[in-house]
């Protein structure tokens, strides 16, 4: 004979407490989070590198560069602009936790800061399920990889909000299709907002900026910029 | 391969409520897994089967049952799963659809022997 013992826990129950913890020190900040994810070689860092010599005499942003090995990533945004940025060496772990999040944040000046980007894991699978305290995953997704994508990996575009097509300039250099991929993963998640940009030429950047205004808080203490 | 971690995670959990709860053994432990959780059940099973060499959980199964993706329909209301990653109502065809089931990864329930009781001690 044997007896059952209900337990029903999460598994991930102690990252997503952290997580929840992460959120609500974030908010309390009025600062936005914007989790990137996508596979390796996308332009999760272009993006960002794009983002900073944009838009950082207007906003102040930190990041949070996850890597499995080197801080290049971390060094390019640097030399971007980035004052305030974080590289997170995993060490062979295939995706960023709470725990390291919850880690390397007491470690930046977080004051006054309008948007953290953590820069994930090139991944579509791992990172997926692990909740970093962000307000919102934004999937990259560039014009050298299968317009499929989405349908290949759709716990990920379902959990993101927004998807960036990145190296549209490289368009027609491949039987990559706008109409198809935009159509797969509307499929899986249409509530997606989708964002068409070369992060070489500049094209299609300046909707992407503009959106990103539009999602920084008001501060009570609208400091200027120094 | 992020399974390794998970499978570390539920073997954790499962060592920490058998001391908590003074259990001699644990038989199997039961886990769901949903189709949108992002985990693969046979790397999960083949990783937990791996970690629990020379632990105190050595001889206890990891029991899987996967959960499919349920939708509720925003427009008609309707409860239904759906198979294949399609996001869709069949009730109505609108995609406009909450997932209310499929990203589960919770630990359901242990299963452990029954306490033998001392027929000296009714």
Redesign the interface.
Same mark, same amino acid.
């Given at each position: 004979m044997a007896e059952k013992i209900d337990l029903r826990k999460k598994v991930l129950s102690e990252n997503d407490r952290l997580a929840a913890e992460i959120r609500q020190r974030l908010k309390s900040r009025d600062t936005v989070t914007f989790n990137l994810v996508s596979s390796p070689g996308s332009g999760k860092t272009s993006l960002l590198e794009r983002t900073l010599k944009a838009m950082k005499d207007e906003v102040r942003m930190a990041l949070i560069a996850g890597d499995v090995q080197t801080e290049n990533d971390a060094d390019r945004l640097v030399r971007a602009g980035g004052e305030r940025v974080k590289p997170l060496v995993t060490g062979g772990s295939c995706h960023l936790d709470a725990r390291m999040i919850a880690n390397v944040l007491p470690e930046m000046n977080l004051t006054n800061v309008d948007i953290l980007f953590i820069e994930n894991v090139g991944n579509l699978v791992c990172p997926s399920g692990f909740d970093l305290g962000e307000d919102m995953k934004v999937v990259l997704i560039s014009t050298t990889e299968g317009d499929d994508k989405p349908l290949k990996y759709p716990a990920m575009f379902r959990r993101s909000s927004v998807m960036v097509i990145n190296k549209i300039d490289l368009l027609g250099t491949s039987e990559f299709s706008i109409d198809t991929v935009r159509r797969n993963a509307l499929s899986i998640n249409p509530d997606l907002t989708i964002f068409e940009v070369s992060c070489r030429t500049g094209e299609g950047l300046d909707e992407w900026f503009n959106w990103l205004r539009q999602r920084v808080p008001e501060r009570a203490d609208a400091a200027v910029l120094t | 391969? +992020?399974e390794l971690?998970?499978a570390q995670?539920?073997l954790d959990?499962v060592l920490k409520?058998k001391h908590e709860?003074g259990l001699p053994r644990v038989?199997?432990v039961a886990?769901q897994v949903g189709a949108?959780?992002?985990?693969l059940p046979d790397s999960l099973q083949f990783c937990f089967e791996a970690i629990r060499i020379d632990t105190e959980l050595q001889t206890c199964e990891l029991t899987i049952e996967t959960v499919p993706i349920t939708v509720e329909c925003r427009e008609c209301y309707a409860r239904t799963t759906v198979e294949d990653?399609?996001?869709?109502c069949p009730k109505c065809g609108s995609? +406009?659809v909450d997932?209310v089931a499929g990203?589960e990864? /919770?630990?359901?329930?242990?299963?452990?022997? /029954?306490?033998v009781h001392d027929p000296a001690d009714p």
């Open positions: - | 391969m +992020h971690s998970i995670s539920i959990t409520e709860r038989d199997q886990v949108l959780s992002g985990v990653f399609l996001f869709v995609v +406009h997932v990203y990864l /919770d630990i359901s329930y242990l299963e452990v022997p /029954d306490p």
